[in-house]
């Protein structure tokens, strides 16, 4: 007599807490001068600076979201992770502040994608702005501090405008 296996179901109850705990970020490693290398007929080595890049599972599962959503707001254009040589996306701390502003606009503010895209591209403006301003005004004490300077040495020349004509 031949027994039957016993088929297994295809479908499976899902796990109540489908993300059970975020993974901890990966440790950044320190940015490393140009050394020598042992051995070497004095090559350098380049330094490698790494920072913290989460795959598209890690990124996902640490802003709480499903990895499909980032594809799409990759699509959109909100969001440009950096590619390794096998294509995969690498999401850095930059891209993951990012995409928590992005939820934060979709979810909470109940933004559509335009209106993210908008938020984003002034919030882009507002920060060039800003670096502008701090450029202009580095760029007005240097041009006051020299004009007090020209103006001491005139003094110390004894030098008046009248002497020109």
């Known amino acids: 007599m031949?027994?039957?296996?016993?088929?297994?179901?295809?479908?499976r109850a899902p796990s109540p807490d489908p993300w059970p705990e975020a993974a901890p970020p990966l440790p950044t490693?320190?940015?490393?001068?140009?050394?020598?290398?042992?051995g070497g007929a004095g090559r350098t080595e380049p330094s490698i600076q790494v920072e913290g890049v989460y795959i598209i599972s890690v990124a996902a599962r640490l802003l709480e979201m499903h990895p499909q959503t980032l594809r799409k707001y990759?699509?959109?254009?909100?969001?440009?992770?950096?590619?390794?040589?096998?294509?995969?996306?690498?999401?850095?701390?930059?891209?993951?502040?990012?995409?928590?502003?992005i939820k934060h606009l979709v979810e909470d503010v109940h933004m559509n994608l335009a209106g993210v895209e908008f938020v984003l591209g002034v919030f882009h403006r507002l920060l060039e702005a800003?670096?502008?301003?701090?450029?202009?005004q580095e760029e007005q004490t240097i041009a006051d501090s020299l004009?007090?300077?020209?103006?001491r040495l005139l003094e110390i020349l004894d030098f008046t405008g009248e002497q020109l004509v």
């Open 147 to 151: 004009a007090q300077e020209f103006q």
């Open 2 to 11: 031949v027994q039957k296996r016993q088929a297994s179901p295809r479908w």
């Open 74 to 101: 990759e699509r959109a254009g909100l969001v440009g992770p950096s590619r390794t040589l096998g294509m995969r996306r690498l999401y850095s701390e930059q891209d993951i502040l990012r995409l928590r502003l």
């Open 29 to 38: 490693a320190p940015t490393r001068p140009l050394r020598r290398r042992e």
């Open 130 to 136: 800003r670096s502008l301003l701090a450029t202009l």
